[in-house]
């Protein structure tokens, strides 16, 4: 079983970045996705998670009308899209998957995820 995070990198405030979170080992399609990250000395925060099918997400406020997650499941690939990047931005980013029934949309925490990738760093300067 193996989530690779991957696209982090240095960017100016306003950028923009893609991560990407290849999955294997496991059935993609029926796992939620989700994505957290933490900036340095502070708590591991959640960022968003998408449902299995990709029909449902949803967003921390921090980063709301900013990152967009997506899936596609025949690539067993998630992708967080993330705009107008902020230094507060500045973290790394971690993607967890979490084994749900199609219609479960209960809010998790990072303690319930089954499995984690391996983190990518995305810094943005001012």
């Known amino acids: 079983v193996q989530l690779q995070a991957s696209g982090g990198g240095l960017v100016q405030a306003g950028g923009s970045l893609r991560l990407s979170c290849v999955a294997s080992g496991f059935t993609f399609s029926m796992y939620r996705i989700g994505w957290f990250r933490q900036a340095p000395g502070k708590e591991r925060e959640g960022v968003s998670y998408?449902?299995?099918?990709?029909?449902?997400?949803d967003y921390a406020d921090s980063v709301k009308g900013r990152f967009t997650l997506s899936r596609d499941n025949d690539k067993n690939t998630a992708y967080l899209q993330m705009n107008s990047l902020r230094p507060e931005d500045t973290a790394v980013y971690y993607c967890a998957a979490l084994r749900t029934i199609l219609t479960d949309h209960r809010n998790y925490t990072a303690g319930d995820y089954n499995y984690w990738g391996q983190g990518t760093l995305v810094t943005v300067s001012s």
């Open positions: 998408i449902s299995r099918s990709g029909g449902r997400s």
